[in-house]
């Protein structure tokens, strides 16, 4: 995203809001996905809450699936690849995690263009 720890956790301009409130555990590959229940539960009552939201990172395959259900049973890169489709204000991510230095290595134009693009988009919208 391109800020400083100050404004990442400064709850007045950047919100986290995991698929799930509760952790699923680990299984053979990593943690499990988030529980079937958890996000229609309170998901939208949460976002209602926040009419003003400029940008949403939507982060991995289960946000993608759940913000843009048309991509849910596409893959995630090329999700991804269609960035600008969703840009300004949505933007498909890879899941950040030490497993995919793969994935990202086999797709140099997500450093190339969608970080870029991203950092640029978060500075805009912390100008506003």
Partial sequence: MGVSPEVFYDATRVAI????????????SGDLPPRKEC???WRTPLLSAMPHI??????????VAW?????????????VRDWRRYYPSVL????PSPRNN???????WF???VVP??????ADVLRS
């Fill in 17 to 28: 809001l995991p698929m799930g409130f509760c952790y699923p555990g680990t299984g053979k």
């Fill in 39 to 41: 996000a229609p539960l």
């Fill in 54 to 63: 400029e940008l949403m990172l939507l982060i991995g395959h289960y946000a």
């Fill in 67 to 79: 913000h843009l259900p048309q991509c849910a049973a596409a893959s995630l890169t090329g999700t």
């Fill in 92 to 95: 498909p991510l890879p899941h």
């Fill in 102 to 108: 793969i994935w990202l290595k086999a797709n140099p």
């Fill in 111 to 113: 450093s190339e263009e």
């Fill in 117 to 122: 693009a991203l950092q640029s988009r978060v």
